[in-house]
Protein backbone atom coordinates (compact mmCIF):
# COMPACT_ATOMS: atom_id res chain seq x y z
CA UNK A 1 0.00 0.00 0.00
CA UNK A 2 1.02 3.55 -0.73
CA UNK A 3 1.71 5.97 1.70
CA UNK A 4 -0.67 8.82 2.01
CA UNK A 5 -0.29 11.71 -0.37
CA UNK A 6 -0.84 14.78 1.90
CA UNK A 7 -0.04 17.15 -0.95
CA UNK A 8 -3.53 17.47 -2.10
CA UNK A 9 -5.68 16.21 1.55
CA UNK A 10 -6.86 18.46 3.60
CA UNK A 11 -4.72 17.17 6.65
CA UNK A 12 -1.55 18.39 4.77
CA UNK A 13 -2.85 21.71 3.92
CA UNK A 14 -3.61 22.15 7.51
CA UNK A 15 -0.30 20.81 8.53
CA UNK A 16 1.62 23.35 7.03
CA UNK A 17 -0.90 26.02 8.41
CA UNK A 18 -0.12 24.70 11.53
CA UNK A 19 3.74 24.63 10.95
CA UNK A 20 3.45 28.33 9.80
CA UNK A 21 1.60 28.97 12.77
CA UNK A 22 4.13 27.81 15.08
CA UNK A 23 6.87 29.79 13.41
CA UNK A 24 4.81 32.90 13.36
CA UNK A 25 4.72 32.33 17.50
CA UNK A 26 8.21 31.43 17.83
CA UNK A 27 9.09 34.61 15.86
CA UNK A 28 7.25 36.71 17.97
CA UNK A 29 8.17 35.61 21.26
CA UNK A 30 9.92 38.66 22.76
CA UNK A 31 6.45 40.32 21.96
CA UNK A 32 4.26 37.62 23.39
CA UNK A 33 6.49 36.77 25.95
CA UNK A 34 5.57 32.68 24.91
CA UNK A 35 8.58 30.29 25.19
CA UNK A 36 9.57 28.98 21.55
CA UNK A 37 9.25 25.54 22.73
CA UNK A 38 5.46 25.34 23.76
CA UNK A 39 3.58 26.26 20.21
CA UNK A 40 6.59 24.14 18.48
CA UNK A 41 5.84 20.98 21.05
CA UNK A 42 2.01 21.74 20.84
CA UNK A 43 2.29 22.41 17.08
CA UNK A 44 4.20 19.15 17.07
CA UNK A 45 1.82 16.66 18.55
CA UNK A 46 -1.07 17.74 16.90
CA UNK A 47 0.48 17.46 13.56
CA UNK A 48 1.27 13.92 14.23
CA UNK A 49 -2.10 13.38 15.45
CA UNK A 50 -3.69 14.38 11.76
CA UNK A 51 -0.64 12.06 10.90
CA UNK A 52 -1.72 9.20 12.35
CA UNK A 53 -5.55 10.05 11.74
CA UNK A 54 -4.35 10.08 7.57
CA UNK A 55 -2.84 6.52 7.96
CA UNK A 56 -5.89 5.05 9.82
CA UNK A 57 -8.31 6.57 7.14
CA UNK A 58 -6.12 5.17 4.27
CA UNK A 59 -6.13 1.69 6.14
CA UNK A 60 -2.10 1.52 7.01
CA UNK A 61 -2.75 2.25 11.06
CA UNK A 62 -0.23 -0.18 11.41
CA UNK A 63 2.13 1.91 9.46
CA UNK A 64 1.68 4.62 11.37
CA UNK A 65 2.36 3.30 14.47
CA UNK A 66 5.43 1.87 12.93
CA UNK A 67 6.77 5.73 12.65
CA UNK A 68 5.20 6.78 15.89
CA UNK A 69 7.64 4.36 16.96
CA UNK A 70 11.06 4.88 15.11
CA UNK A 71 10.67 8.69 15.28
CA UNK A 72 9.83 8.71 19.57
CA UNK A 73 13.13 6.64 19.77
CA UNK A 74 15.41 8.67 17.55
CA UNK A 75 13.74 11.49 19.97
CA UNK A 76 14.62 9.64 23.26
CA UNK A 77 18.12 8.60 21.94
CA UNK A 78 18.60 12.27 21.27
CA UNK A 79 17.23 13.36 25.08
CA UNK A 80 19.49 10.76 26.59
CA UNK A 81 22.70 11.83 24.46
CA UNK A 82 21.77 15.59 25.36
CA UNK A 83 21.30 14.96 28.74
CA UNK A 84 24.42 13.47 29.34
CA UNK A 85 26.49 16.14 27.36
CA UNK A 86 25.06 18.99 29.14
CA UNK A 87 25.81 16.83 32.75
CA UNK A 88 29.60 16.68 31.40
CA UNK A 89 29.47 20.85 30.34
CA UNK A 90 28.47 21.20 34.03
CA UNK A 91 31.09 19.67 35.59
CA UNK A 92 33.15 20.76 33.65
CA UNK A 93 31.98 24.14 34.24
CA UNK A 94 31.86 23.72 38.03
CA UNK A 95 35.55 22.28 38.05
CA UNK A 96 36.67 25.91 36.38
CA UNK A 97 37.79 24.42 33.62
CA UNK A 98 36.56 26.43 31.31
CA UNK A 99 37.98 29.82 32.95
CA UNK A 100 41.02 28.00 33.41
CA UNK A 101 41.12 27.58 29.71
CA UNK A 102 39.57 30.75 28.87
CA UNK A 103 43.10 31.92 31.16
CA UNK A 104 45.71 30.18 29.47
CA UNK A 105 44.27 31.24 25.71
CA UNK A 106 44.13 34.97 27.12
CA UNK A 107 47.37 34.57 28.33
CA UNK A 108 48.93 33.25 25.05
CA UNK A 109 47.73 36.28 23.01
CA UNK A 110 45.27 33.98 21.34
Not at 71 to 91: G, I, P, S
Amino acid sequence: MPTPDFTHHWIGFLCLFLFVAAYALVIVEEVIHLRKSKPVIVVAGIIWVLVGVAYVQSGQGEAATHLLRHNLLEYAEMAFFLMAAMAYVNVIDERGLFQALRARLVAAGV
